[in-house]
């Protein structure tokens, strides 16, 4: 499959007039925003976990072969910081699969401040269902070991491909068969957009370091101004080619 590229949410009050025809009321953002892409990062989980309800409605809503990536709950990255992971996991889980098969990736961002815990990760990882593809964006330097590279790999989960910048922020260690790229914040006028020669370096990473038919999930964070729109859409440009 070509790279899967969208922005991390949707529900933005300056996309109106950007992505949203002006005067589109906000309860059918969703269904506008899959006529532009295929994927996108929910990060509602992240403050607070959506019903089962919720995620089936958002399943109703959005057309076979829409994938939707989901943050985990910053109560199990922040405030347990990978602690006691069985509960946090499950509930996760058990609420999110209704989003049956529109449930891509679940992304575990890690706090800055959070050192580096081998075992609090691999123990955290396990409790996982085996299928489900888990990336992990850890923020802290001391993260940059061989030992959590073993630990990403043994268990299938992807480390997180970070930019800040335009420059990458994390080692561009390929630990599973697939990937997943966030883009937080470039150095193009007007910010925080990034220029195209920015872009297409990080085109030519993915395209260098997984062969064409992986499954690669690329999401813009820097949503101010509409900025994530305007870039994803470049970037799909480059990554699907002529």
């Not at 109560?75 to 499950?90: A, N």
């Not at 007007?190 to 085109?203: E, F, H, M, Q, V």
Request: charged share 25%.
């Amino acid at each position: 499959m070509p790279v899967l590229v969208g922005t991390s949410g949707w529900q933005y009050r300056d996309w109106a007039g950007v992505l949203y025809p002006q005067g589109r009321p906000q309860r059918l953002w969703l269904e506008e925003y899959t006529q532009h892409f295929h994927t996108v990062e929910s990060n509602n989980a992240f403050y607070r976990l959506p019903a089962p309800e919720t995620f089936a409605d958002w399943r109703e809503r959005t057309p076979p072969g829409f994938v939707m990536a989901v943050k985990a709950s910053r109560f199990l990255t922040h405030i347990k910081r990978l602690r006691e992971p069985q509960e946090p996991v499950r509930r996760l889980m058990e609420h999110s699969s209704a989003l049956g098969d529109r449930l891509g990736p679940v992304l575990l961002q890690l706090p800055p401040t959070l050192r580096v815990d081998v075992e609090a990760l691999d123990a955290c990882l396990a409790c996982f269902p085996r299928r489900t593809r888990v990336a992990v964006e850890p923020r802290h330097d001391s993260w940059w070991i061989p030992e959590v590279r073993e630990v990403l790999t043994a268990r299938g989960a992807a480390l997180c491909w970070a930019d800040r910048g335009s420059r990458p922020v994390t080692p561009l260690w390929r630990t599973a068969d697939w990937g997943y790229v966030r883009f937080h914040e470039g150095r193009a006028s007007p910010g925080p957009r990034y220029g195209r020669t920015a872009l297409k370096s990080w085109a030519e990473r993915i395209a260098d370091t997984w062969p064409a038919d992986a499954d690669v999930f690329a999401y813009f964070n820097n949503d101010p101004g509409g900025a994530a729109v305007v870039n994803a859409r470049a970037f799909r440009r480059l990554v699907d080619g002529p």
